[in-house]
T-cell receptor, first 113, second 113 residues
């Protein structure tokens, strides 16, 4: 079965600092991988996705993630955190285009002024 | 509307009552998903429709939960004999199918008292 593990339920960074949110996947076949963001009282918004094209994926709001098969990882990064980045971030995997997303438990990002 | 619409946005019901939650997907989207998100957890898959039929209902927790999509557009999630443990945010999502992006609604907050 497909699954993802997000390391750290809460990450706190200073404004302007590097953001690194960790995600490791478990998959028997090359997966599709996603990062979604959820702002308070809002739905999930897609940040970026990996679908076996380029291993470095650029998303919205300056975020990017790198697919590393050898490490079974898909960590999310942003060079400089903004206050507006404070939200819950979810890593997700799906086996193919016609299967549902399987989400991790999420990482809450706090940005300190 | 342009996005996935869910009603009601909030519902408080008494234990043992019957509840219906409605999802209006993005126009033209053939795939529709229901997820449940408990406090502090990631979204948990419930059921996936392709058109009018349930392609995968393996996430429904028990026979108190049922979902329909009779005309391949609007879907209703039905919960019978609600229990306090059913309290959660119920998220609906839709897509054009295949590898296309899955878009989420803002959710229906269900509280069972």
């Amino acid at each position: 079965a497909q699954s993802v593990t997000q390391l750290g339920s809460h990450v706190s960074v200073s404004e302007g600092a590097l953001v690194l949110l960790r995600c490791n996947y478990s998959s028997s076949v090359p997966p599709y991988l996603f990062w979604y963001v959820q702002y308070p009282n809002q739905g999930l918004q897609l940040l970026l996705k990996y679908t076996s094209a380029a291993t470095l994926v650029k998303g919205i709001n300056g975020f990017e993630a790198e697919f590393k098969k050898s490490e079974t990882s898909f960590h999310l990064t942003k060079p400089s955190a903004h206050m507006s980045d404070a939200a819950e971030y979810f890593c997700a995997v799906r086996r193919s285009g016609n299967t549902p997303l399987v989400f991790g438990k999420g990482t809450r990002l706090s940005v300190i002024a | 509307g342009a996005g996935v619409s869910q009603t009601p946005s909030n519902k408080v019901t008494e234990k043992g009552k019957y509840v219906e939650l409605r999802c209006d997907p993005i126009s033209g989207h053939t795939a529709l998903y229901w997820y449940r998100q408990s406090l502090g957890q990631g979204p948990e898959f419930l059921i996936y429709f392709q058109g009018t039929g349930a392609a995968d209902d393996s996430g429904l927790p028990n026979d108190r939960f049922f979902a329909v999509r009779p005309e391949g557009s609007v879907s209703t999630l039905k919960i019978q004999r609600t229990e306090r443990g059913d309290s959660a945010v119920y998220l609906c999502a839709s897509s054009l199918g295949g590898e296309n992006t899955i878009y989420f609604g803002e959710g229906s907050w269900l509280t069972v008292v």
